[in-house]
């Protein structure tokens, strides 16, 4: 098989994969997330098609940054220079939390999920963290897949229960 049609195909596919993940290496860094970049985070997440919810607001999203220094992330196209992936991490004192990875539609694919993904899990690795966990709406297959690529495992055994404790958004400066 080798030098045939195939083998060079594959090694094309290949090195194209190698040339973009360089260029990517170079094109897009992550760093902590600040409140300033709530607007083009809210847009990520909109535009990737994230629930947004009264969790959303500017002044939790304020909360969670403020709670969990260096785990919430946000991906920067340097020659736009615009923001085009996020996630939130949190540490709730025994498990990591992550929620609302997304990367912009015109970016998927090209693996800044991941890299994102592996920079977070990075920083819970740092802090000594045993088991990191996430919720998936179901149905939604591909962030499954996407996520059982990076070694998640679906724990079909288990189901998420919640209560909700507040149905407005919290008076100015509470
Ligand atoms: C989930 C998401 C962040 C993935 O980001 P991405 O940059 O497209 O993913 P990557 O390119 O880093 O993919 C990493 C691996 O997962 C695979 N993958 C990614 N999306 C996939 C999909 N929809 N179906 C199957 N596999 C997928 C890729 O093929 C890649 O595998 P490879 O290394 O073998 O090539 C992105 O699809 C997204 O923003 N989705 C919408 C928001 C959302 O639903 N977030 C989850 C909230 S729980």
């Known amino acids: 098989m080798r030098d045939s049609p195939l083998s060079n195909?594959?090694?094309?596919?290949?090195?194209?994969?190698?040339?973009s993940m360089t260029r990517n290496e170079d094109l897009f860094t992550i760093r902590e997330m600040t409140i300033e970049d709530y607007n083009s985070v809210l847009r990520v997440w909109k535009e990737a098609g994230i629930d947004i919810?009264?969790?959303?607001?500017?002044p939790e999203i304020k909360r969670m940054i403020d709670h969990n220094p260096g785990l919430c992330l946000v991906?920067?196209?340097?020659?736009?220079?615009?923001?085009?992936?996020?996630?939130?991490g949190g540490?709730?004192?025994?498990?990591?939390?992550?929620?609302?990875?997304?990367?912009?539609?015109k970016h998927q694919r090209k693996g800044l999920?991941?890299?994102?993904?592996?920079?977070?899990?990075?920083?819970?690795?740092?802090?000594?963290?045993v088991k990191i966990k996430l919720e998936v709406v179901?149905?939604?297959?591909?962030?499954?897949?996407?996520y059982e690529k990076l070694g998640w495992d679906l724990r079909d055994e288990l189901i998420t229960m919640s209560k909700t404790l507040r149905k407005q958004n919290r008076a100015k400066g509470a």
């Open 91 to 105: 540490f709730d004192g025994r498990r990591g939390w992550v929620h609302h990875l997304a990367v912009l539609p």
């Open 75 to 88: 991906m920067e196209d340097k020659e736009a220079g615009e923001i085009i992936g996020a996630v939130l």
């Open 53 to 58: 919810g009264l969790s959303d607001t500017k």
């Open 9 to 19: 195909f594959i090694e094309v596919l290949a090195l194209k994969k190698l040339v």
């Open 113 to 129: 999920g991941k890299k994102i993904m592996d920079e977070l899990e990075k920083r819970f690795k740092a802090m000594n963290v």
């Open 138 to 146: 179901q149905g939604n297959q591909g962030v499954i897949d996407f």
